[in-house]
């Protein structure tokens, strides 16, 4: 979170909507909340591996031992753990480790301590990394890591948490950004309201016989009004964007979103050409079943966008392959192909969307 806000900030010049889940801002907030009661003695942190980082004592066990050691490893092998050359060291031991647990009680105190801390280095964001000299000095230590140095960590990660929603407020109150909501707890609209609708884009599917979801309607009222609760709490703004969990929507759904005055929402391409019945090799880049100009159905008030599928994946899971200009240069190439498309039709937009993770490992 920390390094998307540093890119933003570091040009100024640039745009993006970005979309939070009430839910997030939530355990962002309290992750902050528990870190800074621990520092100041006053509560205990309840995440596991922040408080194995921060306690003066291993757990004890082997079990614990085990998953803690499986814990350090959700990491992507190649871009977050072997770059760095002491932490692809402990990881080769950690793998022999859990071949080998037996040998869990016998091992080092030290090396779960320096685990831990490649761990929430690998995890801590790039920008971090370059820029913040108490962080480039623990990179350059390497090993052999104090408690007090572990202190040292939790304390950047608590003041990192605790800067993110300010950041981004910010980022909103200058213009820059756009903030957007997802219902409170990430639901599927409550299954759509009426599961029939999986037939507004795929007529022949089969269906259980449940005709809807009980309570569905009251639940996503409650979802979005608890949302957007949450979401002015923290940004003391009200979104006009409504990003809907997985990008699931139906025609009911819809309604539901323009009663509350959402200016748009947004949903995948393959919703767009299952609900025209056209496929992707039917379709040109601007005609009528193109992902790149706006929609709205019937008498509903909010707008519909379509993620392109091919740019928003190049982006999330192709380009961090690629050498950097060379995906920048393709990147171009495709929105120049598609600009030349639609130059007769001036509201033409390319939606990119996707999940900041994906990009981020």
């Not at 990179?139 to 202190?151: F, G, I, K, P, V």
């Not at 089969?206 to 809807?212: E, Q």
Request: charge should be negative.
């Amino acid at each position: 979170y920390v390094d998307m806000a540093a890119h933003l900030e570091a040009v100024p010049e640039a745009r993006a909507v970005v979309n939070f889940v009430p839910t997030l801002l939530e355990q962002i907030d309290d992750y902050a909340r528990q870190v800074q009661h621990y520092l100041d003695n006053t509560g205990a942190i309840r995440d596991p591996l922040l408080a194995a980082l921060a306690e003066p004592v291993l757990v004890a066990g082997s079990d614990q031992r085990l998953r803690l050691i499986r814990d350090c490893l959700r990491a992507n092998r190649q871009r977050m753990i072997d770059r760095f050359p002491a932490y692809r060291r402990l990881a080769t031991i950690a793998d022999w480790l859990i071949k080998h647990p037996d040998a869990l009680l016998y091992t080092s105190e030290q090396f779960f301590f320096d685990l831990l801390m490649w761990y929430h280095l690998a995890w801590l964001g790039e920008t971090v990394r370059r820029t913040d000299v108490r962080v480039k000095r623990l990179l350059e230590q390497q090993t052999a890591y104090s408690l007090h140095d572990r202190h040292e960590l939790l304390g950047i990660i608590g003041e990192l948490l605790a800067s993110v929603i300010g950041r981004y407020r910010s980022l909103a109150e200058r213009g820059q950004v756009e903030l957007s909501v997802t219902p409170y707890a990430h639901p599927i609209l409550p299954l759509l309201l009426d599961i029939e609708s999986a037939r507004e884009a795929m007529p022949d599917i089969i269906l259980p016989t449940l005709l809807d979801y009980p309570g569905g309607e009251a639940r996503v009222r409650w979802h979005l009004e608890r949302g957007l609760e949450v979401f002015r709490q923290y940004f003391g703004l009200s979104p006009r964007g409504c990003w809907p969990s997985e990008g699931g929507l139906s025609e009911a759904t819809l309604q539901l979103l323009s009663d509350y005055d959402f200016g748009w929402t947004a949903s995948g391409e393959s919703v767009l050409r299952h609900s025209l019945h056209k496929s992707a090799e039917n379709s040109d880049l601007c005609g009528e079943a193109s992902v790149h100009h706006a929609y709205r159905l019937g008498n509903t008030s909010t707008t519909i966008f379509f993620r392109d599928d091919g740019l928003s994946d190049l982006i999330g899971f192709r380009y961090a392959d690629w050498k950097a200009d060379d995906a920048v240069a393709n990147l171009v190439h495709h929105l120049e192909n598609i600009a030349a498309a639609c130059q007769d039709q001036p509201d033409s937009v390319v939606s990119i969307i996707m999940d900041g993770e994906n990009a981020w490992e």
